[in-house]
Antibody
């Protein structure tokens, strides 16, 4: 049973860089896509980006210029950096595994980390 | 980006009611749609994948249907633990996008 545990700073000032890390326990790290998704308070979900075990990345174009997702394979961890944050980046951030059925390409997000509330305020 | 329009945004229902939530995609997405349940203060949890595949451990009162652009999530007999917010998500093309959510409240 794969479990994700995430951590990182919860309060940032405008223009700072958001940094979160997610550790993967209880399952294979290789062969999967690892994603970050965020949810502003009381609002919907926004996919931020993903990284494959081999290191290839794919970002949401709306955030691409500010996002970096990276892997630390020996530690079974992956990280999110979001630069130049503003109040609009205030949200709960989730790390997530994307499960893929290779034959069909069908994919979904499971499991999810516990979420980290990141608040941007001066 | 593919827009996912979910309706209604909220509904009030009683235990035992049949509940239907719909999601419409802005373009054809075949069966590449997933449904998630989210309770307050918790991460979303997958309920239905690939339009109609019931996830392991999810009660059989949940079902999904549809193909192309129009999809539904149905709860056949609402139970107290089902009161939550439900989101649809398209996984057909990047960036993956979500519906705005449907909050299911107790009448």
């Amino acid at each position: 049973q794969v479990q994700l545990q995430q951590w990182g700073a919860g309060l940032l000032k405008p223009s700072e860089t958001l940094s979160l890390t997610c550790a993967v326990y209880g399952g294979s790290f290789s062969g999967h896509y690892w994603s970050w998704i965020r949810q502003p308070p009381g609002k919907g979900l926004e996919w931020i980006g993903e990284i494959k075990h081999g290191g290839g990345t794919n970002y949401n174009p709306s955030l691409k210029s500010r996002v970096t997702i990276s892997l630390d394979t020996p530690k079974n961890q992956f990280s999110l950096n979001l630069s130049s944050v503003t109040a609009a980046d205030t949200a709960v951030y989730y790390c997530v595994r994307m499960k893929v059925v290779l034959i069909t390409g069908v994919n979904w997000f499971d499991p999810w980390g516990q979420g980290t509330l990141v608040t941007v305020s001066s | 980006d593919i827009q996912m329009t979910q309706s209604p945004s909220s509904l009030s229902a009683s235990v035992g009611d049949r509940v239907t939530i719909t999601c419409r995609a802005s373009q054809i997405i075949s069966s590449y749609i997933n449904w998630y349940q989210q309770k307050p203060g918790k991460a979303p949890k997958i309920v239905i994948s690939a339009a109609s595949r019931l996830e392991s451990g999810v009660p059989s009162r949940f079902s999904g249907s549809g193909s192309g652009t129009d999809f539904t999530l149905t709860i056949s007999s609402l139970q107290p633990e089902d009161f939550a917010t439900y989101f649809c998500q398209q996984s057909y093309s990047s960036p993956s996008t979500f519906g705005g959510g449907t909050k299911v409240e107790i009448k």
